[in-house]
C-alpha cells in the first residue's frame, strides 16, 4: 500500500512538473504550421515568464515541492521558445509592424526577440539584487510568493481581450483553453480540499472564471479569421483565378 502511494505520488509529481508547460505544445504547432501567430496574445508569455522566473527566486526563500519548481524552468524553456514562435510569424497588423503600439516604451511590443530576452535578463538582475538585500525578510519572500501568485492568476487575461477585439478565436487553439480549464479547475479542488489559505483560492476561482469567459466567447464567437486575414486570403483567391484565367 505505502509502495502504491507513492509510486503514484511520483507520477502526480511528475505529471504537475511536465503537463502545464505541455499544453502550450501545440499552439506553438499550430502558428508554424500556418505561419500566423494571429489570435494567440503574446501577453500570455510575458505574464507567465515574468511569474514563473518570480517564482524561482520564491524557492530559493521558501522551499516548496520540487515539481513546482521543475514546472517553473520547464515553463520559462516552453514560453520562450513560444515567444520566438510568435515573433516569427507575427501578423502584419501587429502594432509594432505598423509603429501603433500605446504602451508605455511600447512594452512587450517590441520588433526583435533580442529586446524581450534584454528585458527578461533586466528582470532577473533586479530580482538577484533584491533578493541579495532582502532574501533573509520574511515578510519580503511571502510578498514575492503572492506576486507571482498573482500575476499568473491574470494569466487569461490578455486572450480574453484579445478575442473580444477580434470577435473571434481564430489562431488561439481549443486545446490550450481545455488545458486551462482542466489544470485550474485541479488547482482549485486541491486548494479547497488541502484548506489552502484565503489568497489561494481567490485567485484560482478568479483565473478559472476568466477561463470560462473564454469558453464562453468561443461558443459565442467561434474561430473565423478576423478581417484582415480575411482580406489576405480573398486577395490570394483572386490572384490565383486571375492567373487560372490568364
Known amino acids: 500500500m505505502i509502495e502504491s502511494t507513492?509510486?503514484?505520488?511520483?507520477?502526480?509529481?511528475?505529471?504537475?512538473?511536465?503537463?502545464?508547460?505541455?499544453?502550450?505544445?501545440?499552439?506553438?504547432?499550430?502558428?508554424?504550421?500556418?505561419?500566423?501567430s494571429t489570435g494567440f496574445s503574446r501577453d500570455v508569455?510575458?505574464?507567465?515568464?515574468?511569474a514563473n522566473i518570480t517564482r524561482c527566486f520564491f524557492w530559493l526563500g521558501?522551499?516548496?515541492?520540487?515539481?513546482?519548481?521543475?514546472?517553473?524552468?520547464l515553463m520559462i524553456l516552453a514560453q520562450l521558445a513560444l515567444l520566438y514562435i510568435c515573433i516569427l510569424y507575427r501578423p502584419r497588423v501587429s502594432p509594432e509592424?505598423?509603429?501603433?503600439?500605446?504602451?508605455?516604451?511600447?512594452?512587450?511590443q517590441w520588433s526583435?526577440?533580442?529586446?524581450?530576452?534584454?528585458?527578461?535578463?533586466?528582470?532577473?538582475?533586479?530580482?538577484?539584487i533584491l533578493f541579495l538585500i532582502?532574501?533573509?525578510?520574511?515578510?519580503?519572500?511571502?510578498?514575492?510568493?503572492f506576486f507571482a501568485l498573482g500575476l499568473e492568476s491574470t494569466l487569461p487575461i490578455p486572450q480574453l481581450i484579445s478575442n473580444y477585439k477580434q470577435r473571434s478565436l481564430y489562431g488561439f487553439r481549443m486545446s490550450?483553453?481545455?488545458?486551462?480549464?482542466?489544470?485550474?479547475?485541479?488547482?482549485?479542488?486541491?486548494?479547497?480540499l488541502q484548506g489552502s489559505p484565503l489568497?489561494?483560492?481567490?485567485?484560482?476561482?478568479?483565473?478559472?472564471?476568466?477561463?470560462?469567459?473564454?469558453?464562453?466567447?468561443?461558443?459565442?464567437?467561434?474561430?473565423p479569421p478576423p478581417p484582415p486575414v480575411l482580406s489576405e486570403e480573398e486577395d490570394l483567391e483572386q490572384a490565383l483565378a486571375l492567373a487560372e484565367e490568364s
Open 134 to 145: 532582502f532574501g533573509r525578510l520574511t515578510i519580503f519572500v511571502t510578498l514575492l510568493g
Open 6 to 36: 507513492g509510486w503514484l505520488s511520483t507520477v502526480a509529481s511528475i505529471g504537475m512538473a511536465v503537463g502545464p508547460p505541455l499544453v502550450y505544445a501545440d499552439q506553438a504547432y499550430s502558428i508554424v504550421k500556418k505561419k500566423d
Open 176 to 192: 490550450t483553453l481545455l488545458g486551462w480549464l482542466g489544470g485550474d479547475s485541479f488547482k482549485t479542488v486541491y486548494f479547497f
Open 62 to 73: 521558501d522551499w516548496f515541492e520540487l515539481a513546482l519548481l521543475v514546472q517553473s524552468i
Open 112 to 128: 526583435s526577440y533580442t529586446q524581450y530576452i534584454e528585458f527578461l535578463a533586466g528582470l532577473i538582475l533586479c530580482q538577484a
Open 45 to 50: 508569455c510575458a505574464i507567465l515568464l515574468i
Open 199 to 223: 489568497q489561494f483560492k481567490v485567485c484560482a476561482i478568479f483565473q478559472l472564471s476568466i477561463d470560462f469567459a473564454i469558453l464562453g466567447q468561443r461558443i459565442m464567437y467561434g474561430n
Open 97 to 108: 509592424s505598423l509603429g501603433t503600439s500605446n504602451r508605455l516604451l511600447s512594452f512587450w
